[in-house]
């Protein structure tokens, strides 16, 4: 790494309570709080703690000079497990399940947003209109449209958003950018993602009325009103169009991001996508098996490969990305790389000690998410672009969108290289955007 890069890591290892030592110096959570100050209190709110929310709320908390001052979730479990996790972390957050009303806080600085998709964008829209600053996990929008949005959002507003694209911040993964982009496997004309699971099916489910301890009308929130069914929360409204993203956008965000960073490309000109619900007949609509292309115009192939049910490994690993270049070949996975020449002969390698679990939806590594969280911190402090900044995070969430889209119509999309709108397929670009309950339509 640089020395700009490696003073701003410290400074972010630091803020994450994890030790490091680096040229003979020792940096603690301890050390570092000394350094920014008792008096630079970042006070937080989190959206949605069942799964990942819950974990993040934790890391949140364990961070000095951050202070989780809200729980919001709309289902009483989910928010009890969200106060606890804060507690336990040593904190004494209120509770509430309308984050409109928590918004309202004046001494609020940021809203952590961990609800599901199709709440994403908005409800960052909505903490930037508020004065918030924005961690938005990905995806960072439901459609294009919502992240055109919120870019707008948090630059009329001049707040910071922060898209939970963890390895942006992870110190192996930069170390293997900058070794791509120096030209270590020369001229890269193809990369390829894949993510690996082994999901079971979610059944047939009947529409219920929602349960006594879930208010599913703010649970809908901006999406417009649907029939609860009992299949459908907590998690499996991942695989329903109408709330979720599918795989690609659950998951594929991740490697296309790490693509696309190290590439250096924003938008394709053509994209097609194959799949199908395969391993199961059930309710879920969306691919659980699903291979997504992008070309760059002369430049560059990309491929993204999705495997929900079906968990063998590819490259030796359960999720990551393979580069191709003139000279030979770079893999990164979980905050490492490994580089081979056009023998296949392994050159150079940076293995990773953290202990990350790819499928685990909660946290894969909480001090990798620390170190991310950091970043966010110092950008607000600093006044700052973070790392996983939401202009570049909606350029590669569109990508695998445009997937998402090509998928759905069946179509191969050409694609404006310079913005990634649509061109010349009418059915294309109406899942561009999308429809808003009355009331709730997200406005900058």
Known sequence: MSNTTRRTFIKQVGATGIGMTLGGMTFSAKSYANIVGANDRINVAVMGTNGRGNGMASNFQRID????????????????????????AGGNPKSEKDIRKVLENKDLTALLVTAPDH????????????????????????????????IAAARKYNRIVQVGAQRRSWPGIIEGINELRDGIIGRVYFARGWYTNKRVSIGFGKK????????????????????????????????FWHWGTGEALNNGTHEMDVIRWGLGVDFPTQVSSEGARFAFKDDWETPDTQIINLQFGNECLVTWEGRSCNSRNSEGGDRGVIFYGEKGAMETGHNGYRIFDLDNKKIKERDSKDVIDGRDPNSPSANLDGVHIADFIDAIKNNRRPNGDIAELHKSTTLVQLGNIAWRT???????????????SPEAQALWGRTYEPGWEPVV
């Open 208 to 239: 219920t009325p929602p349960p006594s301890n879930l208010d599913f009308d703010l649970w809908q929130g901006p999406a417009p009103r649907s029939a609860h069914r009992d299949n459908l929360i907590h998690y499996n409204w991942h695989w």
């Open 410 to 424: 069946g179509q191969r999309l050409t694609i404006n290289p310079s913005n990634g709108h649509i061109l010349n």
């Open 65 to 88: 000079n951050v202070n989780v001052t809200f729980v919001c979730d709309v289902e009483e479990k989910a928010l009890a497990k969200g106060m606890n996790a804060v507690t336990r």
């Open 119 to 150: 709440w994403h964008s908005p409800a960052a829209i909505m903490a930037c209109q508020a004065g918030k600053h924005v961690y938005l996990e990905k995806p960072c929008s439901h459609n294009p449209r919502e992240g055109e949005l919120c």
